[in-house]
């Protein structure tokens, strides 16, 4: 088995018109940045984004959206430091919002790749983000209920890849990395390093590559924090 | 009233000591983005809570010297941070499980509105602006205490501690304290009680710059502040 792929254009290349992306990241920390520019080379439209933000300066998701490939994005603070792409689209009305709390945002797709499709949650309780929502009481408590959210492709930043697609990740960049890995239909992922397997120790791996698709090794990627600071624009 | 008001009331930084005050050795802590995170630096010596930020770290510590960040070692506000000895990565799933899960002892948020009841108004103005909620809705629903740092009224002069929150709310019932610029206030079966009030003002100027009835459970203690100012 070897899931490798030679350059990031093939890693991408299944991605098309349409198609309902998560794509991994917190801010810039474990952001694939490389993998979404290649995305923007390509060009496909209409695309369903999933990210716990809504992009930052001109580089990353802000570059997707400033070349009109978004129509939705699903996120839980699209508010950021410098959100000028995300601010100026939705204000034109040409970006469909949908706002989930951050916690609910992760336990839908944590729930996607366990293949449950609905969990009761007290996040939003009584407030405008649970309207329309089944709510149930269990035990004096109010929750409620909240669907799986899947996709068809997640965009991953791994820091050691074996070619059968076990990863790890470094620091505080692992945040939505596993959990997109396992609710999207194709996972592909950007590595640090690709290794042979046993490369990793099997104590070690987050990501059992049962979860993983296609990996491209980006041997030294760029931190998007680092982009933005320098006000580089993609492409 | 407002000059004197001015005058008298208390900083960001000194509101963030008076809630570090409370925070216990060992205590799993979260700090909402912006005034919150201040409380941080305000931790009585000799006590050790560990901090809990929502992106995926437990036992994160102070910002690196400038030129040392590492931008995959983040906190929930974007800004660089560093580890301690025991610190822990988790991902996104597991950090709102320790947030559902009631792991946590206190989350401490700031406020647009609190009301009497407990319901909290922070994460939209309902004014047309573009909603961002965050992980607030997470933590107000499940950490074991939820408090607030605030301004006592807003800039206009009108009490953010209110009867019922007329903004879109966060949580209902969520909010166990608030730490505002002039007291130190709870909330008890639906009503505000007064804990600590700042010495030069009366009961009933608090009164009259509170949105809704002040009970008094027991004696109310002189609101002081020491050392405020001077991060630790």
Known sequence: MDKTVPSLADAIAPIGDGAVVMIAGFGGSGAPVELIHALIDKGPKNLTVINNNAGNGHVGIAAMIEQGMVSKIVCSFPRSSDPVAFNTAFTAGTLELEVVPQGTLAERIRAAGAGIPAFYTATSYGTELAEGKPVEEFDGKHYVRERWLRADFALIKADTADTMGNLTYRMAGRNFNPIMAMAADCTIVQATRIVEPGGIPPEQVVTPGIFTDRIVEIAAPVQEETLIREGAVYP | ?232
């Open chain 2, 1 to 232: 009233m407002s000059a004197d008001l001015t005058s008298l009331k208390l900083t960001n930084d000194q509101i963030a000591w008076r809630a570090a005050q409370d925070i216990e050795d060992g205590a799993y802590v979260n700090l909402g983005i912006g005034f919150p995170e201040r409380v941080a630096q305000y931790t009585v010596p000799g006590r050790a809570p560990v901090f809990h930020t929502e992106n995926g770290i437990l036992n994160f510590g102070p910002a690196p010297a400038a030129g040392e960040e590492d931008w995959d070692l983040i906190n929930a506000g974007k800004k660089a941070v560093t580890l301690k000895p025991g610190a822990a990565f988790f991902h996104h799933a597991d950090s709102f499980a320790m947030v559902r899960g009631g792991h946590l002892d206190v989350a401490i948020l700031g406020a647009f509105q609190i009301a009497e009841n407990g319901d909290l108004a922070n994460w939209s103005t309902g004014k047309g602006a573009i909603p961002a909620v965050g992980g607030a809705m997470d933590l107000v629903q499940s950490a074991k205490r939820v408090a607030v740092l605030t301004d006592h009224v807003t800039k206009n002069g009108d009490p953010k501690l209110v009867k019922r929150c007329t903004m879109p709310l966060t949580g209902v019932g969520c909010v166990t304290r608030i730490y505002s610029s002039l007291a130190v206030v709870d909330v008890v079966d639906g009503h505000f009680v007064l804990r600590e009030k700042l010495k030069a003002m009366s009961f009933d100027d608090l009164q009259a710059l509170t949105g809704a009835e002040l009970h008094v459970d027991g004696t109310v203690a002189d609101l002081i502040v020491e050392g405020a100012g001077a991060p630790v």
